[in-house]
């Protein structure tokens, strides 16, 4: 166990000596299932959870939510040319959401 590891234990046994960690919000719950993080890094994985909790959205994540709404709205549609339509649009979006994505890594580079 590296010291890190030891300085983080200790601190969380100190903090629940003290009582500091009971009464936290979703105790005795289970933890929330996020299948998303396991395509990210674990510090962006937080960095996103934070945000989301302060009502912050970063760009990539929005335009993920709208990918997905139109995955599902073009495979409710048989029209051809609205098919066509709906996948032009679903393409603009995974690349404007793939810009994004490289942006923020080059940003954290």
């Not at 100190?14 to 009582?19: S, V």
């Not at 890094?41 to 993920?64: Q, T, Y």
């Not at 709208?66 to 609205?82: F, N, S």
Request: no cysteine; glycine share 10%; charged share 35%.
């Amino acid at each position: 166990m590296s010291w890190l590891s030891r300085l983080a234990e200790r601190q969380i046994r100190k903090a629940r000596l003290k009582g500091e960690l009971q009464g936290l919000a979703g105790e005795g719950k289970p933890l929330p299932d996020r299948p998303g993080d396991a395509f990210v890094s674990p510090g962006d994985a937080v960095g996103f959870r934070i945000m989301a909790e302060a009502g912050v959205l970063p760009e990539e994540i929005a335009l993920k939510k709208q990918v997905i709404a139109q995955r599902k709205m073009l495979a409710g549609l048989t029209d051809e040319g609205e098919r066509k339509a709906a996948m032009a649009e679903l393409a603009r979006l995974e690349m404007l959401q793939a810009i994004a994505e490289e942006s923020r890594r080059k940003f954290l580079r």
